[in-house]
């Protein structure tokens, strides 16, 4: 078996999106403090700007660039390949999107977006810079796909059709990789404290009584700390893991599945019925 020499931070490039929030800043400051220079990749400049000038402000002598870029635009993922120099020694696909709603209450453009965030750019990304990080002996690619690229609960069709799809995706590339001396790391996270739960999409179907309690379940359970897992990730990369679980919210489920392949479905199926009515039933009585 081919085993990788542990992934060496400082001194080489870090090519990071979702940089702007969440586990993706943490990432960025964790990089930037292992001696990475950095691109630093969001949608939102306000708030990519000023993760960018506190990293160049605390690491002066790193070289930080950042690009704007809606990565749902085929067109504009193209571009940002364009702009990323011949080495590069991490790429971590870290962008993405919600949605919630069940497949007959989403739109077809809304699946399609979720799936272009979620899938599509991580793809068109490696593949463009798949010669940048192979120029870089000793280089690594992450993905971040989720727990719900481990489980498939009733109401997310898109994002698991999503982070199953990167999942597999980074699964093959790692048996394909690793004799080019280059790692791979899927990532499955659970709840972690992030924006994700107020900047989720909602199906256009979905009855407006039905939006306010899944958002409050969706972020009631979201409760790991996001520089603690941005920490983890970082770990994970440099022992050159093939998979990384956050959060017990995430083992749990993962270990139901691995028990129970077929019966967790049902499982999951009625804890998420269960979690939603008392949700709505706590809305109602707080006179929302």
């Given at each position: ?6 992934y ?14 969440g ?7 964790g990089?930037?403090?292992?001696g ?7 949608v939102?400049?306000s708030?990519?700007?000023p993760?960018?000038?506190?990293i160049?402000n ?10 704007v870029?809606?990565?749902?635009d ?6 940002v390949?364009?702009?990323i120099p ?8 870290n ?17 399609e977006?979720?799936?272009?965030v979620n ?10 810079l798949l ?27 898109a994002?698991?059709a999503?982070?199953?799809a ?7 590339l790692?048996g ?8 791979v790391?899927?990532v499955?996270?659970?709840?972690i ?14 009855p ?6 899944t ?14 897992a941005?920490?983890q ?8 893991k093939a998979r990384?679980l956050?959060a017990?919210n ?8 691995r ?17 939603v009515?008392a ?9 929302r």
């Amino acid at each position: 078996m081919t085993r990788l020499d542990p992934y060496r931070f400082a001194g080489r490039t870090a090519v990071l999106t979702g940089a702007a929030s969440g586990i993706g800043e943490q990432l960025a400051y964790g990089l930037a403090h292992r001696g990475s220079d950095l691109i630093l990749v969001d949608v939102d400049a306000s708030r990519l700007e000023p993760v960018a000038a506190r990293i160049r402000n605390a690491h002066p002598g790193l070289a930080v660039a950042t690009i704007v870029a809606d990565l749902s635009d085929r067109a504009a993922v193209s571009s940002v390949a364009d702009r990323i120099p011949g080495e590069i020694g991490l790429l971590i696909n870290n962008a993405g999107v919600a949605l919630g709603g069940r497949f007959d209450q989403v739109g077809v453009d809304q699946f399609e977006h979720v799936m272009n965030v979620n899938f599509r750019a991580p793809m068109l990304l490696t593949h463009a810079l798949l010669p940048a990080l192979s120029a870089h002996p000793g280089s690594h690619l992450v993905n971040v796909s989720s727990l719900f690229g481990l489980i498939a609960p009733p109401g997310q069709s898109a994002y698991c059709a999503s982070k199953f799809a990167l999942r597999g995706l980074s699964e093959s590339l790692r048996g394909e990789l690793i004799e080019n001396g280059i790692g791979v790391t899927t990532v499955h996270p659970g709840g972690i404290r992030t924006r994700i739960a107020e900047s989720a999409l909602i199906g256009d179907g979905v009855p407006e009584s039905d939006i306010a309690p899944t958002r409050k379940l969706f972020a009631a359970l979201l409760s790991f700390p996001a520089g603690k897992a941005a920490e983890q990730i970082l770990r994970a990369i440099e022992k050159r893991k093939a998979r990384l679980l956050i959060a017990a919210n995430a083992k749990g489920p993962d270990l139901l599945q691995r028990l129970l392949p077929v019966g967790s479905a049902e499982i999951i199926r009625r804890l998420t019925s269960v979690s939603v009515k008392a949700a709505s039933r706590s809305e109602v009585g707080a006179g929302r």
